[in-house]
């Protein structure tokens, strides 16, 4: 896909290093883990760090969840965690957890797990998200995990959803989105910075994410599972 590993160390160095005490006991804490689909940085051919290919930030699947929460819970605190280098390691995806350290808290009330689009060696796949989802579960003791579906590739979702099974997560699929290209983005899509200044989408890496249908379907699935 898109990030690649170069890239995944500068957006982790200059732009999303957290500060100390990033939540608040008093607020309603939530994490998206994720990949570009959840956040993806500034560059030529993406202008704004939001999820892609959502046309607006208030339109990707994490703002439209946050929303959801502010709406049920009152004040929410929200941080995303572009976490994609976990994917493309191929061998002991466990050595990229000291990057996850300071977004991870017992204060946490909700993590979204939205990995796997990158991932190309399955081989460890299974075992690899179970060691994930089980140190998120030490690490966060009273978050709610919901693993989200993977967008495109059915193998992948089901090993997600055994994964999800076996760790007692909730899950929430995709199914009934995967691989329609309604809710892509789609190549000459219009989408907005945050200076609301026009951009057509040209890049067909880009054109393959969800567009506002997909995120809407996304954020849809997740809540589903929040309700229950």
């Known amino acids: 896909m898109?990030?690649?590993?170069?890239?995944?160390?500068?957006?982790?160095?200059?732009?999303?290093?957290p500060t100390e005490d990033l939540y608040d006991s008093e607020t309603f804490n939530y994490l998206a883990i994720g990949n570009s689909i959840t956040s993806h940085r500034i560059c030529s051919y993406w202008w704004n760090e939001i999820g892609m290919a959502a046309t607006r930030a208030d339109r990707d699947y994490v703002h439209i969840v946050t929303?959801?929460?502010e709406e049920t819970y009152g004040k929410?605190?929200?941080?995303?965690c572009n976490f994609s280098i976990w994917e493309t390691q191929n061998t002991d995806r466990s050595q990229t957890f000291n990057m996850l350290t300071e977004y991870l808290s017992p204060e946490l009330d909700l993590i979204t797990l939205q990995?796997?689009?990158?991932?190309?060696?399955?081989?460890?796949?299974?075992?690899?998200?179970?060691?994930?989802?089980?140190?998120l579960q030490t690490k966060c003791p009273n978050a709610k995990i919901v693993m989200v579906d993977d967008f495109?590739?059915?193998?992948?979702?089901?090993?997600?959803k055994e994964v999800a099974e076996n760790t007692g997560v909730p899950f929430a699929?995709?199914?009934?989105?995967?691989g329609l290209e309604e809710y892509q983005c789609g190549i000459g899509?219009?989408?907005?910075?945050e200076d609301n200044n026009k951009h057509k989408v040209t890049h067909e890496g880009v054109a393959g994410h969800p567009g506002d249908g997909g995120m809407?379907?996304?954020?849809t699935a997740i809540i589903e599972q929040l309700k229950k």
């Open 152 to 160: 495109w590739n059915e193998e992948r979702s089901a090993m997600k």
């Open 216 to 219: 809407y379907a996304i954020a």
């Open 189 to 193: 899509t219009i989408v907005y910075d």
């Open 173 to 178: 699929s995709l199914a009934d989105i995967r």
């Open 76 to 80: 929410v605190t929200r941080q995303v």
């Open 67 to 69: 929303k959801y929460l």
């Open 115 to 135: 990995l796997s689009e990158n991932a190309k060696d399955l081989t460890t796949f299974i075992p690899d998200l179970t060691e994930l989802v089980t140190y």
């Open 2 to 17: 898109i990030l690649t590993k170069s890239d995944f160390w500068i957006l982790y160095e200059e732009r999303y290093q």
